[in-house]
């Protein structure tokens, strides 16, 4: 079982940054991917970013040049710079895994198991 959590959600006026956090439970010593997700208040989960073990990384096109995956393994924390935001990456920020991925040959529908409860991130005007 894998345990996630999310904090660093909050709000703030469009073109400003914000950090989030997610400390997880992920057994380090093998394979895994670490992905972002967020939800807008009526429409469907998308990606965001993902990263895996090596540091691979990938980006939804909406958020490429403006926001950073990183991870620091030795707290077991996964990060999401975000910058130059604006008001429609307003959601529900999420944290999920998928043990035993690799970012190169991952498919976004991977994480279907392990999540975290969510952080709000709203960007205004």
């Known amino acids: 079982q894998v345990h996630l959590m999310e904090s660093g959600g909050g709000s703030v006026q469009a073109g400003g940054s914000l950090r989030l956090s997610c400390v997880h439970s992920v057994n380090k010593y093998n394979s895994y991917c670490l992905g972002w997700f967020r939800q807008a208040p009526g429409k469907e989960r998308e990606e965001v970013a993902a990263i895996d073990r090596d540091d691979s990384t990938r980006y939804a096109d909406s958020v490429k040049g403006r926001f950073t995956i990183s991870q620091d393994e030795a707290k077991n924390t996964l990060y999401l710079e975000m910058n130059s935001l604006k008001p429609e990456d307003t959601g529900m920020y999420y944290c999920?895994?998928?043990?035993?991925?690799?970012?190169?040959?991952?498919?976004?529908?991977?994480?279907?198991?392990?999540w975290g409860q969510g952080t709000q991130v709203t960007v205004s005007l």
């Open positions: 999920a895994a998928d043990p035993g991925c690799h970012v190169p040959t991952m498919s976004w529908y991977q994480f279907r198991n392990y």
